[in-house]
């Protein structure tokens, strides 16, 4: 009982990071109603600035995130203007190729400037924390407290402040938005910006677990797509949830059978939630129209 425990409160808390990871795509999904197929590569470019910040200045990743969250907001909306912003109001597939070709060239500039070397940094804290019988890396333990928070003080700022009524109401209906003065474009930068932002916490959050290297985007882009459509699309907390379901199916199917499947029934899990429950754990009806659904 004490292994099973300790399995599934490890699945929790890893899942919770994955969902950090997720939310700023479930987020520009929500309100530009697109897929940023770069999103991988955001987390790379992301992990590589807080390991570069940790060797290089002796910051640890969690105050990394002073200097990685606002690059990474800069980055989001450079590319928003650059990239993604043209191609708003083109067919949906020339986003999905264009984000597709800027994921392409930051592997392979990655890999030029970096090599194909493995980077990683020691522990940030020097002894696990234990509850009960269980123990468990702090580094999850903080990175579970952090997810729940950008959450919750995410939720908040969409149903109350007045940024959050502002791309809620764009959500809604662009026109009358519009009408009533809302700059709908600048929502959008914002919000492109602000979710590339949160791949930057996440990447400060998973670089004391994970090493990072030029394709490393590819091994949690897959795991951030099943979680949003998993979730519901567009559904933040959702996304939480959905996190947190495939973290602990990793993590049982990782012990119980074996590592190199735990991927394998993660997707079963994602299928039999498609089959029986298209519109994901918290999803809505029409979500892709709808857009975000907390």
């Known amino acids: 009982m004490t292994t099973l425990g300790q399995l599934v409160l490890s699945g929790i808390f890893i899942g919770a990071i994955y969902a950090l990871m997720s939310i700023g795509l479930t987020l520009i999904f929500g309100v530009l109603r697109i897929v940023n197929f770069a999103h991988g590569e955001f987390l790379m470019l992301g992990m590589y600035g807080a390991w570069a910040m940790t060797r290089l200045l002796g910051l640890n990743p969690y105050l990394a995130m002073i200097a990685v969250v606002p690059a990474m907001f800069l980055f989001g909306g450079l590319v928003y203007r650059l990239i993604v912003s043209p191609a708003l109001d083109k067919p949906h597939l020339v986003v999905v190729f264009a984000t597709m070709g800027l994921s392409i060239f930051m592997q392979n500039a990655a890999l030029m400037l ?4 493995l980077f990683d940094i020691p522990p940030v804290f020097g002894h696990a924390v234990t509850i009960g019988p269980l123990y468990f ?9 952090i997810t729940v928070i950008c959450t919750l003080v995410l939720q908040w700022a969409l149903k109350s402040t007045y940024l959050g009524k502002a791309i809620r109401a764009t959500v809604q209906d662009r026109e009358a938005a519009m009408l009533m003065g809302i700059p709908v474009p600048r929502i959008f930068l914002i919000t492109f910006a602000g979710g590339s932002a949160l791949v930057g916490l996440a990447a400060c959050v998973m670089m004391p677990l994970f090493s990072v290297f030029p394709t490393v985007g590819l091994n949690f ?27 602990i199916v990793q993590s049982l199917s990782s012990y119980y059978v074996a590592p190199a499947f735990g991927q394998m029934f993660f997707f079963i899990l994602f299928l039999l939630v498609m089959i029986f429950r298209p519109n994901g754990l918290l999803g809505q009806k029409g979500a892709a129209d709808i857009g975000i659904a907390d």
């Open 114 to 117: 970096m090599s194909a070397d």
């Open 137 to 145: 890396k702090a580094e999850l333990v903080v990175g579970f407290v």
């Open 221 to 247: 882009v897959l795991i951030a797509f099943v979680i949003v459509v998993l979730g519901g699309m567009g559904s933040i907390s959702g996304a939480l949830i959905g996190g947190i379901c495939v973290g």
